[in-house]
């Protein structure tokens, strides 16, 4: 199975306003490389920094690069995200690792931009190895470098082994403040999942989820099929996803409806 990145993440991240100063941020870039590179010689797992402006990513792979076929040096791949690993990851945890991501954004974006350095992601993901078995792997996440009109620039995602084979349920996703320690609690990003849809949109979504016809839903809701209609495209435009069954699921894991 493939799997793709979102069409919500990708439009939030790469239809941002990137100002008109590549030449200056080249030197920038050319640090955070370099970093990465040596804390990847260190760490010997995997790294992905993406630059979101030019829609593209800088791959470093140490030993753990053998688990996705990846050689032990620098890649470049003209996407910001690395669809070739999240293909080899379970459907249902990549399907939970972009929601946390999702608020990871939009938690990104409520803060002023030299406090976002201060937050990371962190799940557990089953991925398939080389020998075709899903086994746990670690996956962190942060955003170090937004620019001064507040766009996130750079992304950097961490892949290694996960210390805990033991199975799970769901990807035990947390954001946390890594200058405190704190896991945030749901309830402090979660926030912003309500503010996606208006109530009536809310309320249309959910009886898509039950498999109710525009016509009953119209019904129901004491609306014209043609406003039923309308707010599916709203749900559509506004996830940012491919059609209403995209967001149902999308719209279930952020418990925007039940």
Request: net charge negative; hydrophobic share 40%; glycine share 6%.
């Amino acid at each position: 199975m493939t799997t793709t990145v979102p069409q919500e993440l990708s439009s939030m991240l790469l239809g941002q306003a990137f100002l008109n100063d590549a030449e200056n941020r080249q030197e920038t870039l050319a640090a955070y490389k370099e970093q990465v590179q040596q804390y990847v010689a260190i760490e010997n797992n995997v790294a992905v920094l993406s630059d979101f402006s030019t829609n593209s990513s800088y791959i470093y792979a140490g030993a753990f690069g053998h688990f996705f076929g990846l050689p032990q040096s620098g890649t470049i791949i003209e996407s910001a995200f690395e669809d070739f690993i999240f293909n080899k990851i379970h459907p249902d945890d990549i399907a939970e690792r972009h929601v946390l991501e999702l608020r990871y954004i939009q938690l990104q974006n409520s803060l002023p931009a030299h406090e976002r350095i201060k937050y990371s992601t962190c799940c557990t993901l089953r991925a398939l190895n080389p020998q075709g078995s899903y086994v746990p792997i670690t996956h962190r996440m942060l955003y170090p470098k937004s620019l001064v009109n507040g766009s996130i620039w750079l992304a950097l995602c961490l892949y290694a082994p996960a210390a805990n084979n033991e199975p799970q349920k769901g990807i035990n996703g947390r954001i946390i403040n890594t200058e405190t320690g704190e896991v945030l609690p749901v309830e402090a990003y979660s926030q912003y999942d309500r503010q996606l849809l208006s109530t009536r949109e809310a309320q249309v979504l959910a009886l898509i989820a039950k498999g109710i016809a525009s016509k009953e839903i119209a019904g129901q809701l004491h609306i014209s099929a043609y406003t039923v209609n309308r707010h599916r495209q709203n749900i559509i435009s506004k996830m940012q996803v491919a059609n209403t069954a995209e967001a149902v699921k999308t719209a279930l894991m952020m418990g925007i409806i039940e």
